[in-house]
């Protein structure tokens, strides 16, 4: 398990990588964002996106399961305190590729405890090497008692 302390500022890594197929954007829409231009192709092909794109939440949700599994799932986190930004650069489609990665961006420790430090990290979704999302968050990382 990895604590607060064996954090270090600027770590990055890929965390791997998911093919999104049009029957799979339109199942995640269908049940968590039934939006036209995610769950009607020919709707789709009239809205300003010119065809079917992935809910922005499918992205994330992708991009979630893959640094779980890469990194998270190895560090002391407590949860996180908000999400700083969400920001989608490009539309995500069916058959593209997304590309997790993520980034260490500051450790800060409160003073009040000694228990946690707090963590930014960002996470992003790259399609042909191009980052179709990112997020900043803050995580609550526990500290190793000596």
Do not use: C
């Amino acid at each position: 398990m990895r604590y607060f302390q064996n954090l270090s500022v600027g770590e990055s890594d890929t965390f791997g990588e998911r093919a999104l197929t049009e029957a799979e954007i339109v199942a995640f829409a269908e049940q968590w964002d039934p939006q036209r231009f995610h769950v009607d192709a020919e709707a789709a092909a009239d809205s300003v996106h010119g065809g079917l794109i992935a809910s922005g939440l499918h992205t994330i949700a992708v991009a979630m399961r893959h640094w779980v599994d890469g990194w998270l799932s190895d560090v002391a986190n407590r949860g996180a305190r908000y999400i700083q930004r969400v920001e989608f650069h490009r539309p995500v489609r069916p058959g593209d590729t997304l590309v997790v990665k993520g980034e260490l961006l500051e450790k800060t420790v409160p003073d009040h405890t000694d228990d946690h430090g707090y963590a930014d990290y960002k996470l992003s979704a790259h399609v042909d090497d191009e980052p179709a999302m990112t997020m900043v968050t803050d995580l609550v990382v526990r500290q190793r008692g000596d």
